[in-house]
């Protein structure tokens, strides 16, 4: 998995960027936090680090080991809110994979996606928690209707705000040429899955989709900050 790439970089109308990301070996995680003062990069850092460290010692890193990694950083990002009180309110999504084999693992909170793509088919993996995919999942909004809506950054589940977290979580079986794409919604709150999946069908060249990704969301103004990570099987 050593040929997974990423960017980051600051949204045109931001004053911090607030996403984090790392590859490291068959593990790489996003996360975008929020939060006044410096409270989003906080915990998006927060849960990077937390969530690096906790996995790096296991081998090989399995299903719970992700679930586990978040619990453990949402742990350190609620005791440090406890005791830094104009912290309150910071927290962080947080994606995660692990590969291991012909398998995938991943566990997710929040907003930032996994997708899949084969065979020129774009499958998006994780579910968001946030508002406007519940109204998507009760049929009162469409997908493209979910990039425009006043309620776009609302989030229903967050890493960092509560003692007691759910963690989606999952395998996928994956095969050799398959691509992993995960990002914050910097990205897949700008363009939709079609834009997403005609740059990987474009190049097989993983840091050329993520530029010409990132080109698009700047063309589109980059409301917020992005963050994309590409590899491949
Ligand atoms: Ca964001």
């Known amino acids: 998995m050593n040929n997974f790439v990423g960017l980051s970089k600051i949204g045109l109308v931001r004053q911090r960027n607030e996403d984090r990301f790392f590859i490291d070996g068959n593990v790489c995680a996003v ?104 109204l998507l999942t009760a049929g009162e909004i469409t997908k493209d209707e979910m990039l425009s809506h006043p309620q776009r950054n ?5 890493v960092g705000v509560d003692e007691v977290l759910e963690v989606d979580s ?20 700008y363009v939709t899955d079609d834009v997403i999946a005609s740059a990987l069908q474009s190049s097989d060249d993983n840091m050329m989709v993520v530029e010409s990704l990132m080109d698009t969301v700047y063309e589109v103004g980059a409301g917020d900050n992005v963050t994309i990570v590409v590899g491949t099987i």
């Open 170 to 189: 999952g395998i996928e079986s994956i095969l050799p040429g398959d691509r992993i794409l995960l990002c914050t919604d910097g990205l897949s709150g």
């Open 31 to 134: 996360t975008d936090g929020m939060g006044g003062y410096s409270g989003g990069e906080i915990a998006s850092t927060y849960a990077v680090d937390e969530i690096r460290e906790y996995l790096a010692s296991l081998e090989p890193v399995g299903q719970q080991d992700l679930c586990d990694a978040i619990i453990h950083a949402n742990q350190r990002i609620v005791n440090r809110v406890a005791s830094e009180e104009r912290l309150a309110g910071m927290g962080t999504t947080a994606v995660v994979t692990a590969i291991k084999d012909n398998q995938l693992y991943w566990a997710s909170v929040g907003d930032s996606r996994l997708y899949i793509y084969r065979d020129g088919l774009l499958r998006q993996i994780t579910t968001d928690h946030s508002m406007v995919q519940e």
């Open 154 to 158: 609302l989030l229903t589940r967050a």
